[in-house]
Nanobody, 123 residues
């Protein structure tokens, strides 16, 4: 059974940083495309960042230059370093995996999802 477990969320002041991590178990990690999405109350789930199995990265315009996605195949983890946070970044952040190995911003292309971790940025 494939499981994705996120960690690292919390409360931070505007301008601060957080690092999210997502650990995968139950299948081979290195050939998966990985992504981070977020969902704020009353809004649709939106793409944040993605990394392919070849380490090609892709970011939403709203986080470009502030967030960095990375993967550690030895540890079966993907991380999201978030800097210069602002209140608009407040959301539940989800980790997702794409069996094709690609990175993309389409929520329907991802096969596995974590339970999410809350990120709250205070002004």
């Amino acid at each position: 059974q494939v499981q994705l477990v996120e960690s690292g969320g919390g409360l931070v002041q505007a301008g601060g940083s957080l690092r999210l991590s997502c650990a995968l178990s139950g299948r081979t990690f290195s050939n998966l495309g990985m992504g981070w999405f977020r969902q704020a109350p009353g809004k649709e789930r939106e793409f944040v960042a993605g990394i392919s199995w070849t380490r090609i990265t892709y970011y939403a315009d709203s986080v470009k230059g502030r967030f960095t996605i990375s993967r550690d195949n030895a540890k079966n983890t993907v991380a999201l370093q978030m800097n210069s946070l602002n209140p608009e970044d407040t959301a539940v952040y989800y980790c997702a995996a794409d069996k094709t190995g690609r990175t993309n911003n389409n929520v329907y292309q991802y096969d596995y999802w974590g339970q999410g971790t809350q990120v709250t940025v205070s002004s």
